[in-house]
Structures are given as C-alpha cells and as structure tokens.
C-alpha cells in the first residue's frame, strides 16, 4: 500500500524557514518523480515544486522560485521542501504527491499546514 505521510507544517513569521518533509512507503521511490502541491485557504491547487527520479533535476513555481528549495534522500524514502523567506500567501496546506509518469499524480499525502503570520 501506497503511503505520503507530510509532516514539518506549523505556524511561522513573515521571513521565518519551515523544512516540510514526506515519508514514502509502498512503492519504489527512488523510481518517480515527486512533487510539493499546495491550497490556499478558499484556493486551488497549486503546483509548487517538483523533482524528477534518477538525475534529480528539479523544478520550481516562480512564485517560490529562489525561496524554496526540493530535495530527495533515497535511502531514507523522504522528500523535503525547504522554505525560507516565507510570505503571508505561502499560507496554505502542503501535500506531497507521487508521480504517475504522465505529468499527473497517482497518490497524494494527508498535507500539512503551513501558516505564515505575525
């Protein structure tokens, strides 16, 4: 069985750093690409992060683009998003989602929220 579990969410000030992580089971995961998506309190999904199997290549939104960082441990079954800089509008829950190798996503975490206030 397929499981995302995220955790590292809280409450943090304008400025301030998280470092999200997304404990993977069940499947290969060194084999996938792996992605950070996110929703804004009445919002959308947001794309935020993503970052490939095998060459590690990573992408970013621009609205995180230089402030968030993704990263993998294979060994571990963890993927990481580091935060830094964060803005008010980075205010949403995170999930981590698992690549179906069609640019969509097959399985998604439970998401952790992130608060960013004063």
């Known amino acids: 069985e397929v499981q995302l579990v995220e955790s590292g969410g809280g409450l943090v000030q304008p400025g301030g750093s998280l470092r999200l992580s997304c404990a993977a089971s069940?499947?290969?995961?060194?084999?996938?690409?792996m992605s950070w998506v996110r929703q804004a309190p009445g919002k959308g999904l947001e794309w935020v992060s993503a970052?490939?199997?095998?060459?590690?290549?990573?992408h970013y939104a621009d609205s995180v683009k230089g402030r968030f960082t993704i990263s993998r441990d294979n060994a571990k079954n963890t993927l990481y998003l580091q935060m830094n800089s964060l803005k008010p509008e980075d205010t949403a829950v995170y999930y981590c989602?698992?690549?179906?190798?069609?640019?969509?996503?097959?399985?998604w975490g439970q998401g952790t929220q992130v608060t960013v206030s004063s």
């Open positions: 069940g499947f290969t995961f060194s084999s996938y690409a």
């Open positions: 989602a698992k690549g179906a190798g069609t640019g969509s996503y097959d399985y």
């Open positions: 970052i490939d199997s095998g060459d590690g290549i990573t």
